[in-house]
């Protein structure tokens, strides 16, 4: 499974970004995806996830209420809508996703940078 981000970039507080992650390979392996992000000095964590079907998901407390994950298996791409960004949702941006036999992908990252 290859997975390839897109969608960052530069955006002022308040403003919105959509990211893309773009899965090919052995796609009808993959069970769960996520959105995990790493700013600077700190460890990666996970902002959001959603199973196969998109009829589960799970978010970080910190971004409730203002980012969005679906996924469009058709077209085998998962979103991360981000609405109401801060300064601190600045990172790095990587797509993640989970076999079923629980072997893990990553993307190479996509920055996001939000400004004051």
């Known amino acids: 499974v290859q997975l390839v981000e897109s969608g960052g970039g530069l955006v002022q507080a308040g403003g919105s970004l959509r990211l893309s992650c773009a899965a090919s390979g052995s796609t009808f392996s993959i069970n769960t995806m996520g959105w995990y992000r790493q700013a600077p000095g700190k460890q990666r964590d996970l902002v959001a996830a959603?199973?196969?079907?998109?009829?589960?998901?799970n978010y970080a407390d910190s971004v409730k209420g203002r980012f969005t994950i679906s996924r469009d298996k058709a077209k085998n791409t998962m979103y991360l809508q981000m609405n109401s960004l801060k300064p601190e949702d600045t990172a790095v941006y990587y797509c993640?996703?989970?076999?079923?036999?629980?072997?893990?992908?990553w993307g190479q990252g996509t920055q996001v940078t939000v400004s004051s």
């Open positions: 993640h996703a989970v076999n079923d036999l629980g072997f893990p992908y």
């Open positions: 959603i199973t196969t079907d998109g009829g589960s998901t």
